[in-house]
């Protein structure tokens, strides 16, 4: 049953919103959560380069919603309602094997984020407190250039990775 257009536009622009309103709990849970998450990062790095992503959510998020309303009756009942990270696809995209490097790799990219992140709220803000100029020139310096370091070496990374793997196939 096609749900109320108005109510359907206007949830649409709430990232899972749209997919809960269509009666897809887990669909919208799902992009909720990764939006979220996005949005975190965004506020913690304070990088610019993060908003892509969002975009990119934000935009999924409005036209899946109106893709779901105009599925006819038989398309609908095929759709399964599933949590994103539990499709198929997604799995053999990040599928981590016991020797591959994609595994080494997110390990590496989480404790980076992890250690950045303690430094800058705690150990950064106890340095500021004692307030030696060189001390708070190197610390502006770190927390100013850190995440975007690591954001674009990451993305040099995963573009160089998708570019080789694309020229393999």
């Not at 990764?34 to 913690?44: C, E, K």
């Amino acid at each position: 049953m096609k749900k109320n257009l108005f109510f359907t536009f206007i949830f649409s622009f709430i990232p899972g919103a749209g997919q809960m309103y269509q009666e897809y709990m887990k669909r919208g849970l799902s992009i909720m959560i990764i939006f979220g998450i996005f949005v975190v990062l965004t506020a913690m790095l304070a990088t610019p380069i993060i908003l892509v992503p969002i975009m990119v959510i934000l935009a999924y998020s409005f036209f899946d919603t109106y893709n779901i309303r105009n599925m006819n009756e038989e398309k609908a009942s095929l759709l399964k309602d599933d949590y994103i990270w539990n499709s198929n696809e997604l799995i053999k995209t990040f599928e981590f094997k016991k020797n591959n490097n994609s595994r080494k790799i997110v390990g590496i990219a989480l404790l980076s984020i992890g250690i950045y992140a303690l430094l800058d709220s705690v150990l950064l803000s106890i340095l500021r407190g004692f307030n030696i100029e060189w001390v708070n020139n190197l610390i502006y310096t770190f927390s100013r250039y850190t995440p975007t370091i690591i954001v674009s070496l990451l993305a040099v990374y995963i573009g160089s990775k998708l570019i080789s793997s694309s020229k393999e196939e």
